[in-house]
């Protein structure tokens, strides 16, 4: 008989599985609330009921009104909502946006749209731990700034960006600042007054909820233009009749989210795995992000002389993601190592764990132990499974 092959998952980063708590209201709302929660009649009322609360869910782990969250289909519509709607609402002749070199492809790719329509995009450079310079941030700003967008934690490295002090700059220039929270949600504190930002994406299967539902945080006040035109859902501000059955689900994830107690348990066991590849690989590792500003489930790390798709391939079972990726037989490093300065021959070595709340000790000694026999390894000195 076979014997089954062992699955550790560990890409939380990439994507979450639904929280128990979580499925158990999706499976209630499949069997009430099928009604348009626009309709005022029997049928309308619990599914709008449903909207309210989930948003008044979110409004509170954030820490806003609900009447300033958006529902949108996830992180990516939460980002081009931001951008675009702020661009399309303030119509200028030289629009002038700020963004950084590590930002995620939802900010990127809008970002380079609104440059073919004439807006000028100025891209703050990291130091090595992918960290921005607030600074630089003061320098860039001008007259013509229309809006700074600077993500709070990055989903590669899991550097945390100092955003409360560049909000604080943006706003001394009356510019509004935008944050893709999507990585930080669930791991770390997403106030969003502590953090001073006028506007905050977050994307639901991030934090143990579905995917397809995210919501943007408006600062009251901020004026965006619609992304899609209709009826005049989410008070004007996205059309489409609303899903009660995502709502009801991004507002328990937020729920869930708020609690942050769990991530310490999470943050030792990253701390494990960590200690115990620099313990017995020494030099032959090189962990990349802020050492101390960073992700509490977070670990970026090289092993040189490999590619991380060939460490990958040596860890049966394990779902994990690579920091470079292979064109050809050449191996290109992702544009945010590549921004740090890592060098190709760390960079391609590159592979991102990323632990969770269901991550276990076992799981944590079970890769360890793939890692000693994986077959990039075989002619080095195995890895222990962590004390």
Same mark, same amino acid.
């Given at each position: 008989?076979? *014997?089954?092959?062992?699955? %550790? ?88 946006? %700020? ?16 440059? #073919? ?53 943006? #706003? ?15 791991? %770390?504190?997403?106030? !969003? ?44 501000? #996205? ?90 037989? #050449? ?6 190592? *590549? ?11 590159? !592979? ?18 793939? %890692? ?5 390894? *075989? ?9």
């Amino acid at each position: 008989m076979l *014997r089954r092959m062992q699955r %550790i998952y560990l890409d939380y980063n990439a994507s979450t599985p639904i929280a128990p708590r979580v499925a158990e209201v999706m499976r209630r709302m499949m069997g009430e609330a099928f009604g348009n929660p626009s309709s005022s009649h029997w049928a309308g009322r619990p599914a709008r009921a449903a909207v309210e609360t989930a948003r008044a869910q979110v409004a509170t782990l954030l820490g806003c009104s609900p009447e300033e969250i958006i529902f949108t289909s996830g992180g990516s519509e939460s980002n081009n909502l931001a951008l675009k709607g702020l661009f399309f609402a303030k119509p200028q002749a030289h629009a002038h946006i %700020i963004t950084t070199q590590v930002e995620h492809p939802a900010i990127v790719e809008p970002c380079r749209f609104l440059e #073919r329509l004439g807006a000028r995009i100025t891209w703050l450079p990291v130091d090595g731990s992918g960290c921005v310079n607030p600074e630089d941030l003061r320098r860039a700003i001008t007259a013509e700034t229309l809006l700074v967008s600077v993500m709070h934690a990055n989903n590669e490295i899991g550097t945390i960006q100092p955003i409360a002090e560049c909000a604080a700059i943006a #706003r001394e220039h009356g510019v509004p600042f935008h944050t893709d929270a999507a990585q930080s949600v669930g791991k %770390i504190p997403t106030r !969003v007054d502590d953090l001073g930002v006028d506007l905050l994406t977050l994307a639901g299967h991030k934090f143990y909820g579905p995917k397809g539902v995210g919501a943007l945080y408006v600062r009251a006040g901020t004026v965006l233009e619609p992304l899609l035109h209709g009826a005049a859902h989410e008070s004007g501000r #996205r059309a489409g009749t609303e899903s009660a059955l995502l709502a009801a689900a991004l507002g328990e994830a937020g729920t869930l989210a708020g609690d942050l107690a769990p991530m310490q348990a999470v943050k030792t066991l990253r701390d494990r795995l960590r200690d115990a590849l620099a313990a017995e690989l020494g030099e032959q590792v090189v962990f990349h992000g802020h050492p101390e500003r960073v992700l509490p489930n977070t670990l970026n790390v090289s092993f040189l002389g490999t590619t991380g798709a060939e460490v990958l391939a040596g860890l049966e079972g394990v779902a994990a993601s690579t920091g470079s990726a292979c064109h050809s037989g #050449r191996v290109e490093l992702s544009p945010v190592l *590549r921004a740090m300065g890592v060098s190709p021959e760390a960079g391609q070595g590159a !592979v991102r764990f990323s632990l969770g709340r269901e991550t276990t000790a076992a799981e944590v000694d079970a890769l360890l132990r793939l %890692i000693a026999t994986a077959p990039w390894r *075989r002619a080095r000195t195995p890895v222990p499974s962590a004390p």
